[in-house]
């Protein structure tokens, strides 16, 4: 695997990585969600081998795995509460697309993203009069909508928003809830979105009414097993808000939770291959 630093319209310093050097194949860029990084991609829960990005690998695509502002590789927030989570849509997003169409030279593209990290590619893609040619399709793991919040779901975004602008960020490694802290703005805007059932941005763009606009084929998965984040009916909502004519709907399981889609044994038999089976189907090639 080898890195890149890209620079993005704000000045952040990013990392991306290759997993292998090829070309003449499809690509896809994988984007992780909150508190983690690229390598998530990257192997299973408990070491029981190579992750999504190796399969994908395998199956001939040209793997791409991106790390956030503040997360893996990628520049850290000069000062507490700087960066919001729209700057991850305006910036991290253009400047990750656009290096992975360059240097593969316009080949057909594939946005994969958990959590938010697929809200943040909806989210510049719907903001698009015009959307990159290159991007020809969206898999969006675990992504809830905003609509049908339950109670539990609420109570626990509303304390990280609260925790995160106490600290400056949130200690998510100290809670055990992944690798990495998150920075206060960039977690609590999400949360934040969640909570009042609107993904609406600094100007007033409200990107989730937005959806309807976007063409781009996409596939949404959820978790079985995943009852509180992300659980199938808020996936569902997703999907059924974007406009494309080809989209399709698949539930991992049984007993796949939130995390699981990418780092659980079980999902390398119950998930990734009908994720790539649908990119086989929907991504052009050579």
């Avoid at 990257?42 to 793997?63: I, K, P």
């Avoid at 593209?109 to 697929?118: E, K, N, T, V």
């Avoid at 989209?247 to 399981?253: H, I, S």
């Avoid at 939130?258 to 052009?284: F, N, S």
Wanted: charged share 25%.
């Amino acid at each position: 695997m080898t890195a890149r630093r890209i620079v993005t319209a704000d000045g952040v310093h990013l990392a991306l990585h290759r997993l292998r050097e090829s070309t003449g194949r499809p690509a896809v860029l994988c984007v992780h969600g909150a508190f983690c990084s690229h390598t998530a991609w990257l192997r299973v829960r408990g070491g029981g081998g190579g992750g999504l990005a190796d399969l994908l690998d395998a199956r001939g695509y040209d793997v791409w795995l991106a790390d956030l502002r503040h997360h893996g590789a990628s520049e850290r927030e000069p000062k507490p509460r700087t960066w919001r989570f729209e700057d991850c849509i305006l910036g991290d997003a253009p400047a990750l697309v656009a290096h992975v169409a360059a240097e593969t030279n316009g080949a057909p593209l594939a946005w994969i993203g958990h959590s938010f990290g697929s809200v943040i590619g909806l989210c510049w893609l719907a903001r698009q009069e015009t959307p990159p040619p290159e991007v020809k399709a969206v898999v969006a793991l675990g992504t809830p909508g905003p609509g049908g919040m339950s109670l539990r779901r609420r109570v626990l975004a509303l304390g990280t928003i609260l925790l995160a602008r106490l600290l400056g960020r949130l200690p998510a490694r100290a809670m055990r809830l992944g690798p990495e802290d998150e920075a206060a703005h960039i977690i609590g805007d999400w949360m934040g979105w969640n909570v009042r059932g609107r993904w609406l941005g600094r100007d007033g763009f409200d990107y989730f009414a937005a959806l309807p606009r976007l063409r781009t084929p996409m596939l949404a998965v959820a978790g079985e097993g995943d009852h509180l984040m992300a659980p199938p009916f808020a996936c569902r909502e997703v999907l059924e808000k974007v406009g494309a004519a080809r989209k399709k709907f698949l539930v991992g399981g049984p007993h796949l939770d939130h995390a699981g889609l990418l780092i659980d044994l079980k999902a390398r038999e119950r998930c990734w291959p009908a994720v790539a089976d649908w990119l086989d189907a929907t991504l052009p090639r050579a």
